[in-house]
């Protein structure tokens, strides 16, 4: 198990939102913004750090208590994004990332403890799944690092991600937004 206090959580929330046609994270489900449900879900988890990765939106995550790195270039996919979080990360002295996505606003705390008590120390590899594909929130311990350094484009980390543990829930819970129908569909319930 890997202590929260030791985990820098890594929020990324820097997509251009292509298919959704705007900025996606703004949309309300349920009274909130999209992109805030995450953030509400996870304040009481006591995170070393929490890091935002962003490029064009108009959440107050730095009001949320999130350390803003501005990602200039979101057009390289998500894999700078992802390395623009983790230099975050190793700055504060974190020993575990926890990556998460703003677009999954169904993510749970209870979910994201299932994920810390599955890991076990500096090569944990730790992935949601909801029983066939693996897929954020995810936990990498720090000697993954280098290599999450290294990540390009839009594939981000999956190839470490597959060869992790998963930790099943809810296909439910899982969900993300990535177009207009998404959020209708998220919203009919």
Same mark, same amino acid.
């Given at each position: 198990?890997?202590?929260?206090?030791?985990?820098? +959580?890594?929020?990324?929330?820097?997509?251009?939102?292509?298919?959704?046609?705007?900025?996606?994270?703004?949309?309300?489900? +349920?009274?909130?913004?999209?992109?805030?449900?995450?953030?509400?879900?996870?304040?009481?988890?006591?995170?070393?750090?929490?890091?935002?990765?962003?490029?064009?939106?108009?959440?107050? +995550?730095?009001?949320?208590?999130?350390?803003?790195?501005?990602?200039?270039?979101?057009?390289?996919?998500?894999?700078?994004?992802?390395? +623009?979080?983790?230099?975050?990360?190793?700055?504060?002295?974190?020993?575990?990332?926890?990556?998460?996505?703003?677009?999954?606003?169904?993510?749970?705390?209870?979910?994201?403890?299932?994920?810390?008590?599955?890991?076990?120390?500096?090569?944990?590899?730790?992935?949601?799944?909801?029983?066939?594909?693996?897929?954020?929130?995810?936990?990498?311990?720090?000697?993954?690092?280098?290599?999450?350094?290294?990540?390009?484009?839009?594939?981000?980390?999956?190839?470490?991600?597959?060869?992790?543990?998963?930790?099943?829930?809810?296909?439910?819970?899982?969900?993300?937004?990535?177009?207009?129908?998404?959020?209708?569909?998220?919203?009919?319930?």
């Amino acid at each position: 198990m890997i202590g929260a206090e030791r985990v820098a +959580l890594v929020l990324l929330a820097a997509g251009r939102s292509k298919r959704f046609g705007g900025d996606k994270l703004t949309q309300l489900y +349920l009274g909130r913004p999209v992109g805030l449900h995450v953030v509400v879900a996870l304040e009481a988890v006591p995170f070393r750090e929490r890091i935002a990765v962003v490029s064009e939106t108009k959440l107050d +995550l730095a009001g949320c208590g999130y350390r803003i790195i501005h990602n200039d270039d979101p057009a390289a996919g998500m894999g700078r994004s992802l390395r +623009l979080g983790v230099e975050a990360a190793c700055e504060s002295g974190a020993e575990a990332v926890l990556i998460a996505l703003a677009d999954m606003p169904k993510v749970t705390a209870t979910h994201i403890y299932r994920l810390l008590d599955r890991a076990e120390g500096p090569d944990a590899i730790v992935a949601s799944s909801d029983g066939e594909i693996p897929r954020p929130p995810v936990l990498f311990g720090c000697s993954h690092f280098d290599e999450l350094l290294r990540t390009e484009g839009d594939m981000g980390a999956r190839a470490l991600v597959k060869h992790g543990h998963h930790v099943v829930t809810s296909p439910a819970e899982l969900v993300d937004i990535d177009t207009v129908e998404d959020l209708n569909r998220l919203i009919r319930g």
